[in-house]
């Protein structure tokens, strides 16, 4: 698809993928707004990025969603191109009793319904444009679990599910449906991983991530998987007990 001219939402656009979608795409002459729910966060990235449009909401909140749709469909009537890229991992002991019921599922609100939740919202709108798309940001952890993680790989299988299905509903809408498959990259929300016992992940750059992501919008490539992400999809089809191993060992003597 054209990548300039677009009037472009991304959700938890103030650091990791986000921030690097969103220098990349005001670097190709788009309208860039970005949401997350801390606004000083916003407003460091509003410093880096003066073009960019800053509004604080959380994607795990329903009521705050209707209320963003609302404001940025009157002030931006453009607006074409939706990337849910906010999302959170946590390390997670299933052992652990003190992890409240209610907070266990704190990454299903916002990894897997927060996506469905923007699409159904921005849906109406996005299909009275010309030209449209909605990029969901998945993970190669979609493809094989991480148990160290184990809440984060469920919705982010679940996102790749739901993706693949929305993409069938849009095929006669002028909406391109696209899920960038990312793998582990240099980031914040590695921050808790990297120093386990037994991972052995080797971390992308993110504007490596993201210069892959763009080319693969460009090129209509619905499904983009950027660097070892590939590689983790020949190994989940070919040899996933081997892989599923490997991943199991990060953080494996905590979880016994
Ligand atoms: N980094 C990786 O290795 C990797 C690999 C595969 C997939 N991914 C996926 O890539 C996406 C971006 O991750 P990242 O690595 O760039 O993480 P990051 O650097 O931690 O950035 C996450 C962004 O999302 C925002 N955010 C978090 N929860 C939110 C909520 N409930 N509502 C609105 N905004 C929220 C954060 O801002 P606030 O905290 O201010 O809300 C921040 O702007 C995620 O979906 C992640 O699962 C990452």
Redesign the pocket.
Known sequence: MELSNNTILI??????????FAARLIDLGNTVI?????QA??EKTKKQLPSVHIFQ?????PKAIVELRDMITSRFPNLNILI??????RKIILHDVTIAVSDITREV???LM?PIRMVQAFLPHLKKMESAAILN?????ALVPFPIAPI?GAT?SGLRSYTKSLRVQMKNTKIKVFE???????????GQFTSLEGYSVK??K?ED?IDAAIKGLKNDTYEIYPGIARLLRMMSRVAPGFIFKQLSKAGAREME
Not at 11 to 20: A, V
Not at 34 to 38: A, K, L, N, Q
């Open positions: 959700t938890g656009g103030s650091s990791g993928f986000g921030l690097e970005i949401t997350g729910r801390d966060k916003l909401s959380d994607v795990s909140d849910n890229n906010a999302g959170q991992m609100e916002t990894n927060g940001v998945t993970s190669g952890l984060y982010k960038l498959v990312a793998p582990a990259a240099e980031t914040p929300l590695n971390l992308m993110a991530v």
